[in-house]
């Protein structure tokens, strides 16, 4: 079974330009996430979708970043513009409706400099 | 909100050996699951443990929901083992969104 799909694997930009990252979650899950990791903490949740519809993005800047799932499959995160606190690892990770068991992708690590 | 604390922060150990990794919240939760993050940044989950004992491997993991905490246990540790251990809990105010500990680095030597 394949698992989470995510590219890029590794991206470097600088402050005030744009990114944007893709996800494709495992076949069947409904339930999509964006999740945010700085270095030396856990993941943060950004924003949840199920199928095509957005469940929660409270955590979500959205003067800045953006996400859309179209379809119900794959989704796209984008940062516009990007600030130096933005260096992280973004993760996408989906399940079967929850309370179900998350899986990930391998992230992609974002450098602003 | 929820707060989820893990014990210890940071852990060292020899090849073969034992030990026991904490996971306290401080609220009711729906589920809790336990993520191993390798030196590559590769989450991967290891369980999904409500309440009970699961085991799969050397590794396995309690979690007594009407005291709120849960331990992984993991034995004849491996070098392999090594990375961050996170705990995440489904708090029942949050509504089906995880929130994770601030992880335990555990670090197998030769």
């Known amino acids: 079974e394949a698992g989470v799909a995510q590219s890029p694997r590794y991206k470097i930009i600088e402050k005030r330009q744009s990114v944007a990252f893709w996800c494709n979650p495992i076949?069947?899950?409904?339930?999509l996430y964006w999740y945010q990791q700085i270095l030396g903490q856990g993941p943060k949740l950004l924003i949840q979708?199920?199928?095509?519809?957005?469940?929660?993005d409270s955590q979500l800047p959205k003067d800045r970043f953006s996400a859309e799932r179209l379809k119900g499959v794959d989704s796209t995160l984008k940062i516009q513009p990007a600030k130096l606190e933005d260096s992280a690892v973004y993760l996408c990770a989906s399940s079967l409706p929850p309370p179900e068991k998350l899986f990930f992708g391998s992230g992609t690590q974002l450098s602003v400099l | 909100g929820i707060q989820v604390e893990q014990s210890p922060p940071d852990l060292i150990l020899q090849e073969g050996a034992n030990s026991t990794l904490r996971c306290n919240f401080s609220d009711s939760v729906n589920n809790l699951q336990w993520f191993h993050q390798n030196p590559w940044g590769q989450l991967i989950n290891l369980f999904y443990i409500p309440s009970g004992t699961k085991q799969n491997g050397r590794l396995s993991a309690t979690t007594v929901a009407t005291e709120r905490y849960s331990l992984l246990y993991i034995s004849s540790s491996q070098t392999t083992d090594s990375g961050v251990y996170f705990c995440a809990v489904d708090w029942w105010e949050y509504g089906n969104k995880l929130v994770f500990g601030a992880g335990t680095i555990l670090r197998v030597k030769s």
């Open positions: 979708f199920q199928n095509n519809g957005v469940v929660d």
């Open positions: 076949s069947g899950h409904a339930t």
